[in-house]
């Protein structure tokens, strides 16, 4: 199973802070809201709320385009939901990765088009897991996967 079950559209806030000629600092949060989905006998919902620190190299390639890569820490808080079967331990964990990406912007004047894909490195991985009444002890109806994906769509405005 996919965190989340599917594309998770959700509001991001991001500054971007000027450092040196062509490097910047990043800071930002993200808030994806719950899914539900069916995991193999039981139903469960994810959500994710997370902020971001990081640094980038921005290329220009032309007057309005320009190309960037960015290296950022992500820390948040990863919320399964297991509705059924009772869940063991139930509740949020921390979630802490690590990303690599690219970001393609467009600028006209002040406002900026964006588009970031990163890869992301899951430093804490949880297991959750579930009671299964008609056996005795535990099951795992999740694991946190290794590695993900993000993609971002921005717009904004450039000081």
């Given at each position: 199973m996919n965190v989340p079950p599917r594309l998770a559209l959700g509001p991001s806030l991001r500054a971007d802070v000027g450092l040196f000629d062509h490097v910047f600092g990043r800071l930002g949060a993200s808030f994806f809201p719950e899914?539900?989905?069916r995991a193999g006998s039981g139903d469960v919902a994810f959500g994710l709320t997370l902020g971001s620190l990081g640094a980038c190299y921005r290329a220009p390639l032309s007057g309005v385009w320009s190309l960037s890569g960015c290296a950022t820490a992500l820390?948040?808080?990863?919320?399964?939901t297991v509705h059924s079967p009772t869940p063991l331990a139930p509740g949020a964990r921390t979630w802490l990765a690590g990303s690599a990406s690219a970001v393609s912007a467009l600028r006209f004047g002040a406002a900026e088009i964006s588009l970031e894909?990163?890869?992301l490195d899951h430093f804490s991985r949880h297991t959750y897991l579930i009671d299964r009444a008609s056996t005795p002890g535990a099951d795992s109806i999740f694991v946190e996967p290794t590695f993900g994906a993000l993609a971002t769509l921005g717009a904004g405005v450039r000081f």
């Amino acid at each position: 199973m996919n965190v989340p079950p599917r594309l998770a559209l959700g509001p991001s806030l991001r500054a971007d802070v000027g450092l040196f000629d062509h490097v910047f600092g990043r800071l930002g949060a993200s808030f994806f809201p719950e899914q539900h989905a069916r995991a193999g006998s039981g139903d469960v919902a994810f959500g994710l709320t997370l902020g971001s620190l990081g640094a980038c190299y921005r290329a220009p390639l032309s007057g309005v385009w320009s190309l960037s890569g960015c290296a950022t820490a992500l820390l948040g808080n990863l919320d399964v939901t297991v509705h059924s079967p009772t869940p063991l331990a139930p509740g949020a964990r921390t979630w802490l990765a690590g990303s690599a990406s690219a970001v393609s912007a467009l600028r006209f004047g002040a406002a900026e088009i964006s588009l970031e894909i990163a890869a992301l490195d899951h430093f804490s991985r949880h297991t959750y897991l579930i009671d299964r009444a008609s056996t005795p002890g535990a099951d795992s109806i999740f694991v946190e996967p290794t590695f993900g994906a993000l993609a971002t769509l921005g717009a904004g405005v450039r000081f």
